[in-house]
């Protein structure tokens, strides 16, 4: 009889690589997904689908005795919104909720991972010779990152949970969308960057983190934190560069004065509606961050992670993606 996985958030960038890992794995997969999301990419796996009440322990934990499940996967959030009480009802709150309903609920759970974020502890100085190392103190950005620590530090006070955090770093690969918007600007012959200030930057290609979400599931760490990245620190060219290489492209490289940027970000909000930009306020305290480099020296010793894909393989993989796709 398959172990059965929950994977919230199940429809999004990160949750179809999840999902795509747990089938691949041999698990019984249980997708939870808003009613009102498309799940057509899905359709080819074979899973089940659940919906969850994220606001009520007791509709949670009903839910988790009525499956059984052996594992959870809580990839469920949002990268945007409008106020720190949204991020933190969505992000933290629910976590939480999902949390005590794990710990409490009758159910054979041997592992509980949460997908946080590097943001959760926010970036440090270029001048630091150190990478950033899961014992720094958490100095989030934005409120996003906040949200997420909120989340990490709920978690942890929940007795009995045998949970296991992981924050990755800046995520890519076939069927992202807010780095794509870059891949696009390059394809159309533009490479602009905000200000001229150096920074290390650090990537994980989405299916390199998928192997380790599957790597703690079967861990026997019961708990621990570890940020997830390819291990390497690459400047802010390195990107784009590896990018126009692989698209055999040229683009004209533009540096944006900072406050002309913000000026645009805070236009953007102004006439977005209801709706959050791509290009915020909130985001442009993390894209402006001058050193995102961490360490996954923890998490190799621990999970016995070692990462497939540097940058350039990653981008080779993810750029054929967009275009059979048809997305550039």
């Not at 990160?14 to 899905?42: I, K, M, Q, T």
């Not at 620190?233 to 692989?246: C, F, G, H, N, T």
């Not at 909000?269 to 993390?286: Q, V």
């Amino acid at each position: 009889m398959k172990e059965r996985v929950l994977i919230t958030g199940a429809s999004g960038f990160v949750g179809y690589h999840l999902v795509e890992a747990a089938v691949n794995a041999g698990l019984e997969v249980f997708a939870a997904v808003r009613p009102s999301s498309a799940v057509d990419h899905l359709l080819p796996f074979p899973i089940q689908y659940t919906h969850l009440d994220f606001a009520s322990v007791t509709a949670l934990r009903q839910e988790l005795e009525a499956k059984q499940y052996t594992y959870i996967i809580h990839a469920a959030g949002i990268t945007k919104a409008k106020d720190a009480q949204e991020y933190n009802r969505v992000n933290a709150d629910f976590t939480r909720n999902l949390g005590v309903a794990a710990a409490q609920a009758a159910i054979p759970l041997k592992k509980f991972v949460f997908i946080s974020s590097l943001a959760a502890l926010g970036p440090i100085s270029y001048k630091e010779a150190k990478s950033i190392t899961e014992e720094n103190e958490p100095k989030p950005v934005t409120n996003y990152g906040r949200s997420k620590l909120l989340a990490e530090q709920y978690l942890a006070g929940i007795q009995n949970l045998p949970l296991v955090v992981l924050r990755p770093t800046a995520v890519y690969g076939p069927r992202e969308k807010d780095i794509f918007i870059l891949f696009s600007t390059l394809s159309k012959g533009l490479d602009p960057y905000i200000g001229r200030s150096s920074q290390r930057l650090s990537f994980v290609y989405v299916k390199d983190l998928a192997k380790a979400v599957l790597q703690a599931l079967t861990s026997e760490m019961s708990r621990g934190s570890y940020n997830v990245s390819d291990g390497n620190s690459y400047d802010r060219y390195a990107l784009a560069d590896l990018s126009k290489k692989v698209l055999r492209k040229k683009a004209l490289r533009v540096h944006l004065p900072l406050p002309l940027v913000k000026g645009m970000a805070v236009l953007s909000e102004l006439f977005a509606g209801s709706k959050t930009p791509a290009l915020n306020r909130e985001k442009l305290s993390e894209l402006v961050a001058e050193n995102w480099n961490c360490s996954i020296a923890r998490i190799q010793r621990d999970l016995k992670y070692a990462p497939e894909y540097d940058l350039e393989k990653g981008l080779s993989q993810t750029l054929q993606w967009y275009k059979v796709n048809k997305w550039l």
